[in-house]
């Protein structure tokens, strides 16, 4: 069974419109990543949150991890058509060096 | 900071060859590398785990002998898919994490990706 469940797994949005993607484990995860992709490149790393109630937020993104440690949300303010491509979410599960379980992707459209 | 190169960025071959795909961090040492496959639409799906100067640890399902990973520096890993097959044109990225911190985990960072086709 997945570990990591992404939703929704597309959003198509207009310019300046505010949009949230969510990230659910089914158990407690050690760190939760964010990254975002561009068809058939690599992926980019956005933020890390680690501690449990963590926000973090740069430019128009704000991530926020939850206080168990299994939900993640991504908000973006006011989009715009360069924040479109695939957001990914990765969680590690057991610290250090760690291998992550990504989820399946949210494919967002801004359009002008 | 952080840059992973991954080289080369697109490659097509013949059925039978074998292809070195390489990942380099640029501006840390990378204690960690991670080799992933990515089908169309679909999410990453990790391959293998390397660490500088050990044997790579492979995920179930991944074929050791079929995927030869060396890590023998702390910038550099290489991948070899050793006798291609139609079956094995995807997408592979190759990411890099440094040293834990004591602030914590290091996040991996990801190399461009490499696009293998194999006729």
């Known amino acids: 069974s997945q570990e990591l469940e992404q939703s929704p797994q597309s959003l198509i949005v207009q310019e300046g419109k505010n949009l949230t993607i969510n990230c659910t484990s089914s158990?407690?995860?050690?760190?939760l990543y964010w990254y975002k992709q561009k068809y058939g490149e690599g992926l980019i790393f956005l933020m890390m949150?680690?501690?449990?109630?963590e926000e973090k937020s740069h430019e128009k993104i704000t991530a926020k991890l939850d206080e168990k440690k299994q939900q993640s949300s991504l908000h973006i303010t006011a989009s715009q058509p360069s924040h479109a491509g695939i957001y990914l979410c990765?969680?590690?599960?057991?610290?250090?060096?760690?291998?992550?379980?990504f989820g399946k992707g949210t494919k967002l459209t801004v359009n002008p | 900071g952080a840059v992973v190169s991954q080289h080369p960025s697109w490659v097509i071959c013949k059925s039978g060859t074998s292809v070195k795909i390489e990942c380099r961090s640029l501006?840390?040492?990378?204690?960690?590398m991670f080799w992933y496959r990515q089908f169309p639409k679909q999410s990453l799906m990790l391959m293998a785990t390397s660490n500088e100067g050990s044997k790579a640890t492979y995920e179930q399902g991944v074929e050791k002998d079929k995927f030869l990973i060396n890590h023998a520096s702390l910038t550099l890993s290489t991948l070899t898919v050793t006798s291609a097959h139609p079956e094995d044109s995807s997408f592979y990225i190759c990411?890099?994490?440094?040293?834990?911190?004591?602030?914590?985990?290091?996040?991996?960072?990801f190399g461009d990706g490499t696009r293998l086709s194999i006729l």
């Open positions: 990765g969680a590690g599960y057991q610290g250090g060096s760690e291998k992550l379980v």
């Open positions: 949150l680690q501690k449990g109630g």
């Open positions: 158990k407690t995860l050690y760190g």
């Open positions: 990411s890099a994490s440094g040293r834990e911190s004591d602030f914590g985990n290091q996040p991996q960072h």
């Open positions: 501006d840390f040492q990378a204690t960690t």
